[in-house]
């Protein structure tokens, strides 16, 4: 009985924590920096619905109703969209969570946004963030055997600079994964 109270109110909390972002306008993002994701927090922080598919009692966790993502320092040298061996370690908890949700997710349901930094023209930019998300997929899918067709690379340019007062620096040359609202 206790459990169900617990998962109720963490649904109701949750619930009202999405509505409060979606009302804002503003995406949720579960934050891990430069250090390898943790599959089961990544996994609880996208996909909170499947804490309920095993269950043997009515649960109340919902899929969330605005956007989420993992804020991943996922960095690209200059100039570059290969995946060095650091990016590629830190893609291993984000490719056990998607690889368990196999076959439960819908077509470009993650998006996979590509940045760069402020160098160079708009369109060498959009074109790089591109690349970097197809190299991200193409890791993914090859790696963990995530359906490529449920992930969706998109790429920014130089739009949103996670820096914006350092253009140039490291940090705006990343990688984000977003899992689509409703």
Known sequence: MKIKHTLAFTALLAAFGASSAFAAGDRETLSVGASATDAAQVEAFLFP??????SKYQCLAVRPSSERSVGMELRFRT??????????????????????????????????????????????????????????????????????KTLKPVGVGKDRLKDASHPDAEINRRVELVRTAI
Request: aromatic share 0%.
């Open 49 to 54: 619905e499947a804490e309920c598919e095993n």
């Open 79 to 148: 100039g570059s969209a290969e995946l060095t061996p650091e990016a590629k370690a830190q893609l291993v908890g984000l490719g056990k969570a998607l690889e368990a949700r196999q076959g439960k997710l819908k077509p470009g349901e993650i998006v996979i946004e590509g940045h760069a930094d402020a160098r160079g023209s708009a369109e060498l930019n959009k074109k790089l963030s591109e690349e970097r998300a197809r190299a991200v997929v193409k890791h993914l899918v090859s790696t963990h055997s995530v359906d490529s």
